[in-house]
């Protein structure tokens, strides 16, 4: 299957009564229908990665307006940093760490050391999207990676990746204002964009370029900054230098430049007065302060959350109904990122059939998704000797499908989430879809990287699994975010459930003998057989790479 086949089971935006002429009319109106199975799974696979049964469970309690706050919460739990599991095959950590030691502390070592401890680090990152909170933070800590994009090949200390994805997490869900000054200066953001080497006598325009195009008011034909704002950007930020004993950034004030530094027009010719000595730093704080009272950079970030968390073309009626009025929630609420999102997963565009199942996951959403989803079994955390090649093996696995976390392409991320027309339909190709499939194929009948799917366990955390009808109706709920027709339905039952069979109850009978007696081998691997082959078969179709 190419992706031109892959890509006729997504559901046009075009093929509901929703829609006026091309586009959409619902907006940021709240939503007041139904809320039930198919709303929560919608919900979860977009503001976390999959929709575990569990999960599901919990918040279908809820109301609507409760899950969503619930989702809004930051972590309560600081996840520890990552540790030394590179001790193997006579490898000892040059720096004296030891084995299961966290090493973010730890003096800096050489080439060899750091690569180590970056896969350390990606590893552990892994970790924490697959042991989640009932929260929004992980999938939050992902986008903002892409929206201030670093690589961990580039930074080469791997202390300093790791400091960075500290500073993402610290800020996901707080004020966009303090995210962005956090991330300037932040040493890891210093090296890899030459902030470093900014010097009154050599301004380095590197990173000055990326915090207009990129990082605040974007590129689109209502962001009009010239190369003079860049220029003055790039002035007012020199000075900054990382420390690598202490892994923090500070500012060397006889490295600064102390002349006015003018805006363009577009900034109202916006001047900022040098400053000397240590006040040189409130030169940052004035910059930031003109930027943001640019209406643009509310729009920017807002198209970024919707591409992200809705879908990848914002036509005219997105950007009336849903930008303009979210940017304005935005701006008014100077910046703060959680009102924003209460909006829109709150709104009845959010649930509006046109943007349901109408995402191609992410490798990263895929491979961690489908985990969480099947509830596979790793070591327990603390175990690092065990876990650490468990979590590598699926961060490989995303890596292998076109998404290494810590390291995308380039300054922009991902092409997926900014390379019109094709947006996230890159995801999909003919060398990423085998892929997935061979690794769907392996975690479910052998291994991959020693995990495995156990459909027994996944089918018992459905309703009523001993019923063919309803299994194969509940499990689809969990696993695909588009309908089937009941043809396809029956297929399924009748094709790996009943094995040809014409009465129902010849699964019901395999289901019950065996949860009658789970320890006998042979009731065991009869049902084993069936699940294995129904689950392997609804993963291998189009439908479930979606979203």
């Keep these: 299957m190419d992706r031109r086949d892959f890509l006729t089971i997504a559901p046009s935006r075009k093929r509901t009564t929703t829609v006026l002429g091309s586009r959409t009319d619902t907006g940021l109106t709240p939503y007041s229908g139904a809320w039930g199975t198919a709303q929560v799974v919608h919900l979860l696979k977009r503001a976390m990665f999959g929709a575990a049964p569990l999960d599901v469970r919990h918040f279908e309690g809820m109301s609507l307006d409760a899950a969503v706050d619930a989702l809004l919460q930051a972590n309560a739990v600081t996840p520890t940093p990552p540790v030394n599991n590179y001790n193997t095959g006579g490898y000892t950590d040059p720096t004296g760490v030891a084995p299961g030691a966290p090493w973010v502390t730890a003096p800096d070592g050489d080439e060899d050391l750091n690569r180590k401890r970056n896969a350390s680090y990606k590893a552990w990152w892994t970790g924490l999207m697959l042991n989640q909170e009932r929260t929004i933070h992980e999938k939050l800590v992902l986008f903002w ?8 090949n580039t930074i080469a200390d791997g202390r300093f990746s790791y400091g960075y994805n500290v500073a993402l997490r610290t800020n996901a869900l707080g004020n966009f204002k303090n995210l962005v000054k956090a991330i300037t200066l932040d040493p890891g953001m210093l090296v890899y964009l030459n902030g470093y080497l900014n010097e009154k006598t050599a301004a380095d325009e590197n990173y000055a370029r990326e915090l207009l195009e990129l990082f ?27 420390d690598k004993v202490t892994c923090t950034s500070f500012f060397d004030a006889t490295k600064h430049d102390i002349t006015n530094k003018t805006f363009s027009p577009w900034f109202s010719n916006k001047v900022i007065t040098g400053k000397t000595g240590t006040m040189g730093t409130t030169e940052l704080d004035d910059m930031l302060g003109i930027i943001f009272l640019q209406q643009e950079v509310a729009k ?5 959350f919707y591409q992200f968390f809705i879908y990848y073309e ?148 459905m309703p009523n699994p ?79 790479h979606l979203a």
Excluded at 300 to 304: A, D, P
Excluded at 321 to 339: D, M, Q, S
Excluded at 491 to 511: E, I, M, V
């Design 145 to 152: 990676h892409n929206h201030f994009a670093t690589e961990t």
């Design 216 to 242: 605040t008011c974007g590129k689109g034909p209502d962001s009009q900054y010239q190369e003079e704002d860049v220029r003055a950007a790039a002035h007012v930020l020199t000075g900054y230098k990382v």
């Design 300 to 304: 920017f970030i807002c198209r970024k």
């Design 314 to 461: 914002i036509d005219a009626g997105a950007e009336a109904n849903v930008i303009t009025p979210l940017a304005n929630i935005f701006r008014e609420g100077n910046y703060e990122i959680k009102p924003l999102l209460s909006a829109l997963f709150k709104s009845e565009h959010f649930y509006d059939p046109l943007n349901m199942s109408c995402l191609i996951k992410s490798p990263v959403d895929f491979t961690v998704g489908m985990c969480r989803e099947f509830g596979v079994k790793f070591a327990p955390s603390a175990n690092y000797a065990q876990v650490y090649p468990q979590w590598t093996a699926l961060q490989n696995a995303a890596t292998n499908q076109q998404q290494n976390i810590g390291d995308p392409p380039g300054v922009s991320g991902w092409e997926a989430y900014y390379l019109a027309p094709q947006f996230h339909e890159l995801w999909i190709n003919t060398d990423t879809l085998p892929k997935r499939n061979m690794m769907v194929d392996s975690i479910i009948t052998t291994t991959y990287g020693g995990l495995s799917i156990d459909p027994i366990a996944f089918a018992d955390m």
């Design 466 to 544: 001993s019923d063919p009808v309803a299994l194969v109706k509940d499990s689809l709920d969990i696993l695909y975010r588009m309908g089937v027709s009941d043809n396809t339905r029956s297929f399924l039952k009748n094709s790996f459930l009943l094995l040809g069979q014409d009465q129902d109850y010849y699964w019901t009978q395999a289901w019950n003998l065996y949860k009658a007696d789970t320890s006998n081998t042979m009731n065991k691997n009869t049902v084993l057989k069936h699940l294995s082959e129904l689950y392997k078969y609804i993963m291998n179709l189009s439908e479930y």
